[in-house]
């Protein structure tokens, strides 16, 4: 099986290391994927210099984001192993612009991965 992310079309920024592309099941309008040009499973398999393109282009996403659609918040996720939810076996950083109002009470964010845990007090 050929992987999704080897050969990217429609790509929205990037650089020398890393790509963007908007998810094709987005949770909110603008959700982005941020991707590794180097196939590469995990997260903790990338180089240090990978890590510092993912980072530079969540920036950039994020100030196209901040422009085109006014998100009052962000999310940012990695999926590691299949316990995890990873489905995709080439590391990829979700970017999920959040609203407000976009689910009912949003405290939590993250912990919500496993919906019990993600109300705590």
Not at 64 to 86: H, M, R, S, T, W
């Amino acid at each position: 099986m050929q992987c999704p992310f080897c050969n990217p079309d429609k790509v929205i920024i990037e650089n020398s290391l890393t790509y963007a592309i908007y998810d094709r099941y987005p949770v909110n309008p603008g959700h982005f994927l941020i991707i590794t040009k180097r196939h590469v499973e995990s997260y903790f398999d990338t180089s240090n210099e990978e890590r510092v393109a993912i980072n530079q282009l969540i920036e950039e996403c994020k100030k196209l984001l901040d422009v085109e659609y006014f998100p009052d918040g962000y999310n940012i996720g990695v999926n590691c192993g299949k316990a995890a939810g990873q489905t995709i076996f080439h590391v990829h950083v979700h970017l999920i612009p959040r609203f407000s109002g976009d689910i009912e009470d949003p405290r939590g964010g993250v912990r919500g991965v496993i919906p019990g845990k993600r109300i705590y007090e």
